[in-house]
């Protein structure tokens, strides 16, 4: 074995230069656990500092099941999250159906409100005054923002033509604008985490995910790759800069927040939300707590995926100075977190100052100066 090359497989490196294989058969990565033999104290945090406003939310029967709303709503006051969004893009009857049940719950009626979807099936002629249309009804019906505009927007959605609709088509223009004309913010999320493009090697950062979950896996030759919708995307916030862009999960850049500050600091126009990304945010405890002071007024607290067990994960990331502590889910990282430790100033903002800011139909009472 020369400099720069790896052991054989089955084999690692134990002196410069020198590769051994063990004596006994090697665990493979679902079953080696390894407990942490460090000592350091401990800070869980299970209720937030300051009220969170959950840009990205998904509550399900919540909204359509009074009981499983008032069950919601006592696990939201256990967490200190003051309002969820629900980010499921719905549109017309159920929305108005959904706006009724949290209407109807004097406890709930201030504590959830919801996003409209936009159909971006079969895009063509007509379209667009048929989905502005719709999107003025459920604005005027009581939904405060577009979203979540899901992944397959780039990736798989087809116009009625045929062709792959591009996320920066300009059949779409006439949405954009008019969300910019509703004063109401739009929830985009684009692609996955890059390594969903890449090999999948024992290199990949995401081997296990990607074993798990089929649909995880973009092959080349049947997807446009992840830089490809990266620039469509980023055509869009250009394009209307008067439109409020919310990008879930860090835009997929909390691997490269330098990026996500050449974003923030070429469009105005654009925020962030934190959602599934904490695997990267608590790799890199500096780095991030430097960039969230930076970019304070850009960042949104979203967690997607309704758990009320993993909001503490985050909770801790962004409040403590914890070292070296479990992720809740070991197949998005086999890496442990650290904590972050944001000034109150900035929690503040980014738990729901932000989102009150660019979500004005979100109710302002019951939030701290
Ligand atoms: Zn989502």
């Known amino acids: 074995m020369k400099d720069g090359e790896?052991?054989?497989?089955?084999?690692?490196?134990?002196?410069?230069?020198?590769?051994?294989?063990?004596?006994?058969?090697?665990?493979?990565?679902?079953?080696?656990?390894?407990?942490?033999?460090?000592?350091?104290?401990?800070?869980?945090?299970?209720?937030?500092?300051?009220?969170?406003?959950?840009?990205?939310?998904?509550?399900?029967?919540?909204?359509?099941?009074?009981?499983?709303?008032?069950?919601?709503?006592?696990?939201?006051?256990?967490?200190?999250?003051?309002?969820?969004?629900?980010?499921?893009?719905?549109?017309?009857?159920?929305?108005?159906?959904?706006?009724?049940?949290?209407?109807?719950?004097?406890?709930?009626?201030n504590r959830v409100r919801i996003l409209t979807g936009i159909d971006l099936r079969n895009v063509g002629p007509g379209w667009a005054e048929r989905a502005v249309a719709q999107l003025e009804a459920d604005v005027a019906a009581g939904a405060v923002g577009v979203g979540e505009i899901g992944k397959g927007f780039g990736l798989s959605i087809k116009k009625a033509d045929g062709t792959r609709l591009r996320i920066d088509d300009p059949d779409l223009d006439p949405v954009w604008d008019a969300a910019a004309g509703l004063k109401i913010p739009v929830f985009i999320h684009t692609a996955d985490p890059q390594e969903f493009w890449d090999e999948i090697d024992y290199k990949n950062e995401r081997w296990l995910e990607l074993a798990l979950f089929p649909g995880r896996r973009y092959p080349k030759d049947q997807y446009p790759s992840f830089e490809e919708l990266m620039t469509e995307r980023d055509n869009l916030f250009r394009r209307h800069p008067k439109t409020l862009f919310v990008a879930a999960h860090m835009g997929w850049h909390a691997n490269d927040l330098a990026r996500l500050g050449r974003m923030f600091d070429e469009m105005p126009n654009v925020y962030?939300?934190?959602?599934?990304?904490?695997?990267?945010?608590?790799?890199?405890?500096?780095?991030a707590h430097d960039f969230f002071v930076k970019y304070q007024d850009r960042l949104l607290f979203g967690k997607d995926s309704y758990q009320p067990e993993e909001y503490p994960y985050y909770w801790r990331v962004f409040e403590t100075r914890d070292e070296y502590f479990?992720?809740?889910?070991?197949?998005?990282?086999?890496?442990?977190?650290?904590?972050?430790?944001?000034?109150?100033?900035?929690?503040?903002?980014?738990?729901?100052?932000?989102?009150?800011?660019?979500?004005?139909?979100?109710?302002?009472?019951?939030w701290p100066k």
């Open 6 to 109: 790896d052991c054989p497989a089955g084999m690692t490196e134990v002196r410069p230069r020198n590769c051994r294989a063990p004596e006994m058969p090697a665990p493979s990565i679902l079953d080696y656990r390894p407990r942490s033999t460090l000592v350091t104290a401990e800070h869980k945090v299970p209720k937030a500092k300051y009220p969170v406003i959950d840009f990205h939310g998904h509550p399900g029967s919540q909204l359509t099941n009074a009981a499983a709303l008032e069950q919601m709503g006592a696990e939201m006051d256990a967490l200190n999250i003051g309002l969820m969004l629900a980010a499921n893009n719905v549109m017309g009857e159920n929305l108005k159906r959904q706006l009724a049940v949290v209407g109807a719950s004097a406890k709930m009626k």
């Open 272 to 287: 962030a939300e934190v959602g599934a990304v904490l695997y990267d945010i608590g790799r890199q405890p500096r780095v």
């Open 326 to 366: 479990d992720y809740y889910r070991p197949y998005h990282a086999f890496w442990k977190l650290y904590g972050i430790d944001l000034p109150d100033s900035v929690l503040k903002k980014v738990y729901y100052q932000n989102a009150l800011t660019i979500t004005p139909a979100i109710p302002r009472t019951g």
